[in-house]
């Protein structure tokens, strides 16, 4: 198949150009570079300096002989994606160009409104491009689990059958984001669910929980092409940041009292997820949900299993309980289906004391590129002055 990656420099990007291009498939590859800027600019660039998408590419071919095409550029900017389409003519295009991070939209306002733009309009983009030049093309799109929230019944896979007063009707299932990043994305939903039954175009909609890992094929054949691994508050996972955490010691950084409960997945079966979802497209005409998890963890659980092993390996793992900065339950009811990938025929791999052991052994080898200050920062849902507010008229 012709492969069209968007966000092609991100943590999943790259890993995805490479586990499609192994398979014999022609990658196309487009970033903005907006993670690495932005890192920068925040202070809080990853464990592991890697080279840009040039470089990497030709590293790539080096070692493989095969190629990865590579374009730089903003998908927000309608002629430039639309030009990519033109000579790409992909059979997939796969989503990851979005404004990644919960933390980051909750910074201020321009973060916010980047957030906002950039999502939405390079959907929006993505739609009009697979619309105007290549209708048959299938768009993977990454969503998340956030979309969901914490519903107090259980979450079903994209859809859900309603029946009021006598009558029954299937919908997507009720939403309620908490964060401004989570909410951009169930509007990203709301907007190709409109295009597909306006235009008969077809998507698969990957709800993905929060992903751990360091190793992929690609990036255990050289070093330079690891993915971006960040452990800090702003873009790290909170399992990557509990083993630099460990390693560093630093007091693992449980928000609140560490009951809130997500599903979590290796990065290995992300990029299985993806292969699957676009080997295995959606009909015309279909939006096609799967909630992309293999596992759910409460932090608690998460913190107990990196102390351990941590504690193992030698390393005197604090854990500590911090006020919770985000405005979240932290204990409710969390229990979401996911079959559709297995059906597909994932074979997942769960998080064991032995993935935590090589996940420890891999940061330790790049132990001198901790910086301590950019672990934890306290990046609030809400200002000071508005939370005295609140709680004052809860009170």
């Not at 299932?173 to 964060?179: G, K, N, V």
């Not at 669910?193 to 998507?203: D, E, L, N, P, S």
């Not at 998460?302 to 604090?318: F, M, P, T």
């Amino acid at each position: 198949m012709k492969v069209l990656v968007l966000g092609a420099d991100g943590y999943l990007g790259w890993p995805t150009c490479m586990y499609f291009s192994k398979r014999g498939h022609d990658v196309v590859g487009v970033d903005n570079y907006f993670r690495r800027s932005a890192a920068m600019e925040l202070d809080c660039e990853p464990l592991i300096a890697v080279p840009n998408l040039a470089q990497r590419a030709k590293t790539w071919r080096e070692m493989t002989d095969k190629d990865i095409h590579i374009h730089i550029g903003d998908i927000t900017d309608y002629p430039f994606l639309k030009s990519i389409f033109k000579d790409c003519r992909p059979d997939v295009v796969i989503h990851y160009a979005e404004q990644p991070s919960a933390p980051y939209s909750m910074m201020d306002h321009d973060k916010a409104a980047f957030t906002v733009r950039n999502n939405l309009i390079s959907t929006l983009n993505v739609a009009y491009a697979v619309q105007e030049v290549v209708p048959e093309c299938h768009i993977v799109k990454l969503g998340t689990m956030g979309e969901y929230g914490t519903p107090e019944i259980d979450i079903e896979e994209g859809f859900i059958e309603i029946e009021h007063k006598g009558r029954k009707d299937r919908f997507l299932f009720p939403r309620q984001a908490s964060s401004l990043y989570h909410t951009t994305k169930i509007q990203d939903t709301d907007m190709l669910w409109f295009y597909i039954r306006t235009w008969g175009i077809r998507a698969t909609d990957l709800m993905q929980g929060p992903v751990y890992g360091i190793s992929t094929e690609g990036a255990d054949l050289n070093p330079s092409l690891m993915p971006h691994f960040s452990y800090d508050e702003i873009f790290g996972t909170v399992l990557n940041r509990f083993v630099v955490q460990a390693i560093a010691g630093h007091p693992l950084t449980i928000y609140g009292k560490g009951d809130q409960i997500r599903g979590y997945l290796n990065i290995k079966d992300t990029l299985a997820c993806v292969y699957l979802s676009a080997m295995n497209p959606a009909d015309p005409g279909e939006l096609r949900i799967f909630n992309q998890v293999t596992e759910t963890f409460s932090v608690n659980e998460l913190a107990e299993k990196v102390k351990r092993v941590g504690d193992r390996l030698g390393y005197a793992v604090e854990v500590r309980n911090y006020e919770n900065p985000r405005v979240e339950k932290e204990e409710h009811y969390y229990n979401p289906t996911y079959t559709g990938l297995l059906e597909l025929g994932l074979k997942a791999h769960y998080l064991t004391d032995e993935v935590l052991v090589e996940m420890f052994r891999v940061v330790e080898r790049h132990k001198s590129n901790i910086h301590d200050h950019k672990i934890f920062r306290g990046i609030k849902w809400q200002q000071e002055s508005r939370k005295v507010q609140v709680e004052a008229q809860v009170g």
